[in-house]
């Protein structure tokens, strides 16, 4: 056989011998690399505190607050819509033409105030004419009351005949009839001519003018002489859970003064204060809530008619309740908590039960006392126990209400976890 087909590769062990040292190597270096990190990771769990041997464990920058007593008022937040106590659209009541228009548009009027003149003469000459009417049966009434007596008289002196006396008083009679008829007739001529002045028969804000001067107006019209809208005091109705009815009630018949606050549709600005009024006497199945009205007095003609507001109704006030900042609290699997700074630099954890909040404060019913430091900003970096580092506070510097001076006893505050070696 060649020589050649009978040599051996020795060189092909010796490759894979060390491909295999190679590979030992680096698992054994990721062991003990894996080993390490373990330690650390513990050693650092089982010294929480601010220092781990020689070095320190970063703290965080958190801001803060105190919890503090103040009263937090319970209210009901609602959508509502302004409505005027009263709507008038002005028609004349008797028909003829507009001499005179005496309102500007836009203006406040009183009760009774002058709007507009018809032309009065054609009710003057009718009232003249029913008072002359009136005056000449009144004559003739008088005539025959006096032939009457002269006849009953004679009656009884026995010098005419019943009949005659009898329909002597039938004319009388007759006549007193016609005196009355008269009488009503000189009313109505007067009433018309005083319609012919037209006057508001409610006060408030007159809108814009339908109708011009010269036109001729009649009773039938539609559209009248003038709209005036009612604006102070003025109503606000709204909307509010069926569930918050019960509650209301109670406070209604406590005779107690629920005071409503209407905003704006941004919230921004205060339109109007005001008082609850009453509520409606069925609450709609459909969406489960009960109208209810609110009275404001309106001087500044801030509140419109039609105008979407946000209302807020004041049910009760809590007193004397602890309140924090609403960014202090926090949500987790077994409920609200907050982030409570301890003397030592730490924050630790602490469950709360919450109150009645406002704006941006919220009230703590359990769990939490006055005047303790509440974390406000930057809790979600934080776990139970962390370091934290007040606002333009050094490392190491005191806890909230601490100082760096020395003590009555002349011993400066040590931070936890020092060793003090």
Do not use: C
Not at 32 to 54: I, K, V
């Amino acid at each position: 056989m060649n020589d050649k087909n009978l040599s051996i590769d020795t060189s092909s062990p010796v490759r894979h011998r060390s491909r295999l040292a190679s590979l030992f190597i680096v698992l054994v270096g990721l062991g003990l690399l894996g080993t390490l990190g373990w330690y650390l990771a513990h050693r650092n769990a089982a010294n929480p505190g601010p220092r781990a041997g020689n070095r320190v464990r970063p703290s965080a920058t958190v801001g803060f607050a105190a919890a503090k007593n103040a009263d937090i008022p319970i209210r009901l937040e609602a959508l509502g819509t302004v409505t005027p106590l009263a709507v008038a659209t002005v028609r004349p009541q008797v028909s003829g033409v507009l001499t005179q228009i005496l309102y500007q548009e836009g203006q406040r009027v009183e009760r009774g105030e002058a709007l507009a003149q018809i032309d009065p003469r054609p009710f003057q000459l009718a009232l003249d004419q029913a008072t002359g009417q009136l005056a000449r049966d009144e004559a003739q009434l008088i005539n025959a009351r006096v032939v009457l007596e002269r006849d009953r008289n004679l009656l009884a002196q026995d010098s005419i005949a019943q009949q005659d006396v009898d329909t002597q008083a039938a004319t009388t009679k007759q006549l007193e009839g016609t005196v009355e008829a008269d009488r009503a007739a000189v009313g109505t001529a007067r009433l018309n001519l005083a319609y012919s002045r037209v006057t508001a028969p409610i006060g408030g804000r007159v809108g814009l003018r339908p109708v011009d001067i010269g036109n001729t107006v009649s009773t039938s019209d539609t559209t009248g002489i003038a709209t005036i809208t009612q604006v102070a005091p003025i109503d606000v109705v709204f909307t509010l859970p069926a569930d918050s009815v019960t509650a209301v009630e109670e406070r209604v018949k406590a005779k107690a003064a629920l005071p409503v606050t209407v905003l704006d549709r941004t919230r921004a600005n205060v339109l109007g204060l005001g008082t609850f009024l009453t509520l409606d006497n069925q609450i709609d199945s459909q969406t489960g809530t009960v109208r209810a009205k609110a009275r404001f007095t309106n001087e500044q003609g801030t509140l419109f008619p039609n105008q979407f507001v946000n209302v807020q109704v004041q049910l009760n006030v809590v007193q004397n309740a602890i309140v924090v900042p609403a960014a202090a609290i926090r949500h987790g699997p077994r409920g609200d908590f907050v982030y409570v700074i301890a003397a030592d630099h730490t924050a630790h954890i602490r469950y709360v039960k919450l109150g009645p909040a406002i704006d941006d404060r919220a009230s703590i019913s359990s769990g939490l006392k006055v005047d303790e430091q509440v974390v406000t900003e930057g809790g979600d970096r934080l776990t139970d126990g962390s370091t934290v580092r007040l606002p333009g506070q050094k490392v190491g510097g005191a806890g909230p209400g601490q100082s760096q001076q020395p003590g009555r006893h002349g011993r400066r505050h040590k931070p936890s976890g020092d060793s003090g070696g």
